[in-house]
């Protein structure tokens, strides 16, 4: 930590022990600023990720010019650090026995880590390369629960609660990809969709029926 002499300015002890805890939490990710709203500098400072330390000036702008009635606590924003790293940020306006800014506390985290993490698990779970051909081309098992995968997907809706309407979409997909020209198919369909034979035969009909017999 780095910080103003805490005996010289009552703000720094005050809300000291509220900075040290963010940053203990949070570790070596997070950056916790005070700053003096009355000389725009920094009163003390916990895991700095710069150069810049108490005394130094805080690029606050003009806060008196907040309403006291207003909210307090702004963001999270984000912020850029000169080397590349992206940082989420919170302000909170401290305001004394008057209604006016005492003092702001910043917290500043990287996230860097969370990125790094994020990306790690997109590499496992987003296959780079489609499954070769060989030895998927006639697994229609697997692309049973592809089309029915990708159209509850499409429309956002879990598969017990499909419309008719839905189902029939699903069957139309399922037939042009030739699966009900497998013997065996019907089973892994019906689980597929969670509806019975005997509903899965009724929508099959209506789906080959001609046009005009099903508008009738």
């Known amino acids: 930590m780095e910080s103003a002499d805490e005996s010289t300015d009552p703000r720094v002890w005050t809300w000291a022990p509220v900075a040290q805890a963010v940053a203990l939490l949070l570790g070596p990710y997070a950056e916790v600023v005070l700053h003096d709203p009355d000389t725009d500098r920094i009163l003390a400072i916990w895991n700095p ?3 810049r ?21 702004f963001g999270p924003y984000e912020k850029l650090l000169a080397d590349g790293r992206r940082l989420s940020s919170v302000s909170a306006v401290l ?18 880590p969370l990125e790094q993490a994020a990306a790690l698990l997109s590499a496992f779970g987003a296959p780079a390369t489609p499954p070769p051909e060989p030895l998927f081309e006639h697994d229609w098992h697997e692309r049973v629960q592809h089309v029915v995968g990708a159209y509850v997907r499409e429309c956002g809706r879990p598969v017990e609660r499909l419309t008719r309407t839905d189902r029939l979409a699903v069957l139309a997909r399922l037939d042009e ?7 065996r198919a019907t ?6 969709l969670q509806v019975s034979r005997s509903t899965l035969y009724g929508l099959l009909a209506e789906l080959r029926a001609p046009a005009k017999d099903r508008r009738a």
Request: charged share 20%; hydrophobic share 35%; glycine share 14%.
């Open 187 to 192: 089973p892994v369909v019906t689980g597929a």
């Open 95 to 112: 305001r004394g026995p008057d209604g006016g800014p005492s003092a702001v506390l910043c917290v500043n985290l990287d996230r860097t």
């Open 49 to 51: 990720m710069t150069s």
């Open 53 to 73: 330390g108490p005394g130094d000036p805080s690029f606050l702008g003009e806060l008196d010019k907040l309403d006291p009635s207003a909210r307090d606590v």
């Open 177 to 183: 990809a030739g699966v009900f020209a497998v013997r």
